[in-house]
């Protein structure tokens, strides 16, 4: 006669382990991946100040060609190192969309997988707009020159704008994981509230800043001040935010 009972044949089913022991199994925790971030954070704003401010905006001189092709020209040595600055940040910024998801996938798991894409989707086409700007230094240096002659001026603004179109269609993107990032500091109750709300108002301006270059037919009549709208929100939230991240104790350990 059989003794084994129902319950001795069930299936038993294997049963999800607790956020603490997944966060161990998969090896990293939210704490030390919020400090890989906030590091993150404080590489690439010396970085993109040393590559927007200190090259690209000291040689690009908007509306003239000549000027900016012959500013490039006589500083190439300056201009390759933009470009190792910015190739810098973009490898840099994959790094912090995988640890902010890390830090943050047990306030909530698909936002927090959203936001990490986002940010990497901002990353690829900072990368492809790099494809364009590291063409200027070879088409200064006559690598061409039998086969497409000389280089114009002109065609070194356009692979300049390239760029610069390439980043704002990206920036766009950023704004919104800038967006999901405060959702989540705002359901998660670990940072204050404040830095979720400039952290929100910088990803709506980044945005914004988008909308406005590919609507406005005269983008510079208000371009100083989009510039404020962007800046100020960015720079206060995203600078307090990377320091939060190094120092928060609010996040599991």
């Known amino acids: 006669m059989s003794t084994t009972t129902e319950s001795d044949t069930a299936v038993r089913f294997p049963q999800p382990a607790p956020p603490a022991a997944a966060d ?7 704490r030390r991946a919020a400090r890989v971030a906030g590091v993150g954070y404080l590489v690439i704003y010396v970085l993109a100040v040393l590559a927007n401010f200190g ?3 000291r040689l690009v001189v908007d509306g003239d060609a000549s000027a900016t092709a012959a500013n490039i020209a006589e500083n190439l040595g300056l201009f390759r190192l933009g470009l190792v600055a910015f190739l810098a940040v973009f490898l840099v910024d994959l790094v912090i969309a995988w640890a ?3 830090a943050l996938r047990r306030v909530h798991h698909d936002l927090s997988m959203l936001a990490a894409w986002s940010r990497l989707a901002y990353s690829v ?15 200064l240096g ?12 002109a065609q070194v603004m356009l692979a300049v704008r390239s ?14 994981h800038l ?20 952290l929100a108002l910088a990803g709506v301006a980044y945005l914004a800043d988008t909308v406005a270059h590919l609507v406005l037919p005269d983008y510079g009549a208000v371009a100083s001040v989009m510039l404020a709208v962007v800046a100020l929100p960015s720079m206060v939230g995203e600078g307090w935010f990377g320091l939060w991240l190094l120092r928060t104790r609010r996040l599991p350990a």
């Open 179 to 198: 967006v999901l990032v405060a959702a989540l500091l705002l359901r998660s109750g670990y940072a204050p509230r404040v830095l979720a709300a400039l």
């Open 142 to 153: 006559g690598a061409y020159p039998d086969a497409l002659g000389a280089a114009t001026d």
């Open 100 to 102: 902010l998801h890390v």
């Open 24 to 30: 161990r199994a998969a090896g990293v925790l939210p």
């Open 125 to 139: 086409m900072l990368g492809a707009g790099l494809v364009f700007f590291a063409q200027v230094p070879v088409m």
């Open 163 to 176: 760029f610069d179109a390439a980043w704002l269609i990206g920036l766009a993107v950023f704004g919104l």
């Open 55 to 57: 090259v690209r905006n």
